[in-house]
């Protein structure tokens, strides 16, 4: 019976929301040289990977956090996740700005939170960490309290776990790097040796260079 983990790895590989080229890398925002890159925003263009997503979250949620109040989606890549799982489970939404606004009502959080309520986070994607724990940050901030975080994929960073444990934030993700290399592997989709260069990356992807 395959897991969560290998079945959402799948879904993305099919979907190309993750593309992995150990041959040919990535330049990301930051910089850094990469053999994979995960654009979890196209899970939206496909109902059924879509619903399956919606619905393995709702499920972690519910089974988790059942006393949650408010569902919170990280922007911009989360604001249609978060909302479709708010749906699902008929809970309020919000979402969270990478910044202020720069008029109007200058907000940083959009949707109405109120102190003291129990808040889940909903993110696309896990790097280092930093834009996700600035949103759990805003959220304190406004005096409401955050149960946890769900994602659907990390890359298993280090420094990602470290500023997670510091922040005392409970992270739970569909799939992950570390899970989707021996799917992609066995199924082809890298050879044995692009699978050897993609876990050299993993070890120091900051200083990595084809």
């Given amino acids: 019976m395959e897991k969560l983990a290998e079945i959402v790895a799948k879904q993305l590989l099919q979907i190309k ?32 990977v879509r619903d399956f997503i ?3 979250f709702a499920r972690l949620v519910l089974e988790n956090y059942p006393d949650v109040d408010v569902v919170a989606g990280v922007a911009t890549g ?17 979402y ?11 907000n940083l959080i959009e949707g109405d939170l ?8 909903i993110e ?3 790097s280092t960490g930093g834009s996700s724990l600035k949103a759990v940050e805003a959220i304190r901030e406004s005096g409401a309290e955050v149960l946890g975080m769900l994602a659907i994929f990390t890359y298993g960073f280090p420094v ?13 993700t569909l799939s992950s790097y570390e899970e989707m290399i021996p799917f992609a592997s066995a199924s082809g989709y890298v050879s044995a040796e692009d699978v050897a260069t993609l876990q050299e990356w993993r070890k120091d992807p900051a200083s990595w260079n084809k």
């Fill in 17 to 48: 929301a993750i593309k992995l080229q150990p041959a040919n890398p990535f330049t990301w925002a930051s910089g850094w040289n990469s053999p994979i890159y995960c654009d979890n925003r196209k899970t939206l263009s496909y109902p059924e």
């Fill in 54 to 56: 919606k619905l393995e």
């Fill in 78 to 94: 989360a604001i249609a996740q978060g909302a479709l799982v708010a749906d699902s489970i008929n809970k309020p939404f919000i």
């Fill in 96 to 106: 969270v700005r990478s910044a202020a606004k720069g008029h109007g009502l200058t």
């Fill in 114 to 121: 109120k102190p003291g309520q129990k808040v889940v986070v």
């Fill in 124 to 126: 696309d994607l896990i």
């Fill in 160 to 172: 990602a776990a470290e500023a997670f444990e510091k922040a005392c934030v409970e992270l739970t």
